[in-house]
Nanobody
Framework: VQLVESGGGLVQAGDSLRLSCATSGLTFNTYRMGWFRQAPGREREFVGWFSWSGGTTFYADSVKGRFAISRDSAKNTVYLQMDSLKPEDTAIYYC?????????????WGQGTRVTVSS
């Protein structure tokens, strides 16, 4: 199983960025796909998830209304659209996969992609 994030970079506050997470080796539509982030000197925190069935999303309060997760099942890829970025969104962003029968247990993780938001 592989999860590969891409799309990170340096942007200014207020800009948008879309991260991608390409997956291989798992039955994509049977996994909840989550996004997490870790800022320098801080613990990893939850950002949001996209349900295995494709019908539900859930977001942390800190990103609600600004970030959106979507999925392209044909490409086995999940996206994190980030709008109205703030300096406090600076972090390494990780995607992760949790099987539908244990949706809280993220078994597979990507290597992360760095996002830096300048003020």
């Amino acid at each position: 199983v592989q999860l590969v994030e891409s799309g990170g970079g340096l942007v200014q506050a207020g800009d948008s960025l879309r991260l991608s997470c390409a997956t291989s080796g798992l039955t994509f539509n049977t996994y909840r796909m989550g996004w997490f982030r870790q800022a320098p000197g801080r613990e990893r925190e939850f950002v949001g998830w996209f349900s295995w069935s494709g019908g539900t999303t859930f977001y942390a309060d800190s990103v609600k209304g600004r970030f959106a997760i979507s999925r392209d099942s044909a490409k086995n890829t999940v996206y994190l659209q980030m709008d109205s970025l703030k300096p406090e969104d600076t972090a390494i962003y990780y995607c992760a996969a949790a099987p539908r029968w244990t949706p809280g247990s993220y078994n597979y993780w990507g290597q992360g992609t760095r996002v830096t938001v300048s003020s």
